[in-house]
């Protein structure tokens, strides 16, 4: 492999953690390859594999923006509460609108 240009090694690893927008895939007991192929890294990733949603999530201006707009509260109040709301947003102008 060597003469393609290509080279492996073994990462030692505990744990790989790939965090998407609703999930976190968690690798436990991994065997991780580097893999070098021609200046261009990758990763070959097996072992156990367990799924959880995720706790994170971001803020968008646009999320803020539908809020503060649908509630017609002001765009601090709509951030705040769509974190209250873990990014359900529906239940963000729910609550903004019952409040009035």
């Known amino acids: 492999m060597k003469k393609l240009g290509i080279s492996q090694e073994e990462v030692d690893a505990e744990q790989v953690i790939i ?16 893999i070098n192929m021609s200046g261009q890294l990758s990763f070959q990733i097996s ?40 990014g359900d947003l529906a239940a963000a102008i729910l609550e903004a609108s019952e409040k009035k």
């Open 47 to 86: 072992g156990r594999v367990t799924e959880k949603p995720s706790e994170e999530f971001s803020v968008t201006d646009e999320d803020i923006k539908t809020v503060s707009e649908q509630a017609n509260i002001s765009r601090e109040d709509a951030e705040k509460l769509i974190k209250k709301h873990k």
């Open 19 to 34: 965090k998407t927008k609703g999930k976190d895939i968690i690798i436990l007991e991994p065997s991780v390859q580097k």
